[in-house]
């Protein structure tokens, strides 16, 4: 089993930063690779973000290349998602889920709750 806990999300402004964080607990986080995904208003869950459980790969949603950075640190265990030029249709909550970089939900078998990001205009 494997325990997920988001947060850092909030609300921005257009052109702003934030950075997700998401704690694991429950079994060695660094064998475990992970990913981000995001859920908008009326819309699917959309892969965003993920990285092997070394950190030496990673793989982005082209909607977030360039603005997005998906790390991790293994003596924290956490994985962290810095959004930089963040814009209006990034709004949405957020998710981070484990054991997979797939970009198909069904990949992972775990799932944070969620956390609320919102970017106004």
């Known amino acids: 089993q494997v325990q997920l806990v988001e947060s850092g999300g909030g609300l921005v402004q257009a052109g702003g930063s934030l950075r997700l964080s998401c704690k694991a607990s429950?079994?060695?986080?660094?064998?475990?690779?992970m990913g981000w995904f995001r859920r908008a208003p009326g819309k699917d869950r959309d892969f965003v973000a993920s990285?092997?459980?070394?950190?030496?790969?990673?793989f982005y949603a082209d909607s977030v290349k360039g603005r997005f950075t998906i790390s991790r640190d293994n003596t924290k265990n956490t994985v962290y998602l810095q959004m930089n030029s963040l814009k209006p249709e990034d709004t949405a909550v957020y998710y981070c889920?484990?054991?997979?970089?797939?970009?198909?939900?069904?990949?992972?078998?775990?799932w944070g709750q969620g956390t609320q990001v919102t970017v106004s205009s």
């Open positions: 889920a484990a054991d997979s970089v797939a970009v198909t939900p069904t990949s992972y078998n775990y």
């Open positions: 429950g079994r060695p986080f660094s064998r475990t690779s």
């Open positions: 990285i092997t459980w070394t950190g030496r790969s990673t």
